[in-house]
Antibody
Framework: QVQLVESGGGLVKPGGSLRLSCAAS????????MAWIRQAPGKGLEWVSYMKRSDSEYYADSLKGRFTISRDNAKNSLFLQMNGLRAEDTALYYC??????????????WGQGTMVIVSS | SYVLTQPPSVSVAPGKTASITCGGDNIGSDSVHWYQQRPGQAPVLVIY???YRPSGIPERFSGSTSGNTATLTISRVEAGDEADYYCQVWDTNNDLLWVFGGGTKLTVL
């Protein structure tokens, strides 16, 4: 079945780095835009970044320069490199598939998330 | 940046109808998507492009938009519908391409 499985979260000190991974299965990964969304403890959803099928990266304005999204279509994988981590980056990070059209886009498949905790 | 406003909470008795609103400037001209997030679980898309239900979503879930308000309606509410619900639009006018509402906690009494 269609599935997304995130990994790579953990506890990191402020200023540190982490690389999140998302393994996709059950669909043709290279056909879809993919995204990262995060949710701080007890808070709402916040879009982080998305990437088109093989290039063109987009980021939430507040995160530009610190996070980098990438993908490996041959390995059906999405990544998020996070540098200069701050306490406010503490959140559950979800990988999601994008249902895209010319007029709009939604997240139609979500993983279970990987937790990132930034603390000294 | 574009702001979507949802009521923090809505309560409804089992078997009744729940309406969850999402306010935004001229939101009727955008496509609105809705997600359900049960406690401890990942979000699930329940309505997309205003009115369409993904496969597996019960017909009890429906969406509509008019003017500055989008509405998610859940008919014949069940205990299992208790969850947080988020509206979302795709705003290409600003850097924040995806905008989520703050979420509404639906409580089934």
């Amino acid at each position: 079945q269609v599935q997304l499985v995130e990994s790579g979260g953990g506890l990191v000190k402020p200023g540190g780095s982490l690389r999140l991974s998302c393994a996709a299965s059950g669909f043709t990964f290279s056909d879809y835009f993919m995204a990262w969304i995060r949710q701080a403890p007890g808070k709402g959803l916040e879009w982080v970044s998305y990437m088109k099928r093989s290039d063109s990266e987009y980021y939430a304005d507040s995160l530009k320069g610190r996070f980098t999204i990438s993908r490996d279509n041959a390995k059906n994988s999405l990544f998020l490199q996070m540098n200069g981590l701050r306490a406010e980056d503490t959140a559950l990070y979800y990988c999601a598939r994008v249902e895209y059209s010319a007029s709009s886009a939604a997240f139609d498949i979500w993983g279970q998330g990987t937790m990132v905790i930034v603390s000294s | 940046s574009y702001v979507l406003t949802q009521p923090p909470s809505v309560s409804v008795a089992p078997g009744k109808t729940a309406s969850i609103t999402c306010g935004g400037d001229n939101i009727g001209s955008d496509s609105v998507h809705w997600y359900q997030q049960r406690p401890g679980q990942a979000p699930v898309l329940v309505i997309y492009y205003d009115i369409y239900r993904p496969s597996g979503i019960p017909e009890r879930f429906s969406g509509s938009t008019s003017g500055n308000t989008a509405t998610l309606t859940i008919s014949r509410v069940e205990a299992g519908d208790e969850a947080d619900y988020y509206c979302q639009v795709w705003d290409t006018n600003n850097d924040l391409l995806w905008v989520f509402g703050g979420g509404t906690k639906l409580t089934v009494l």
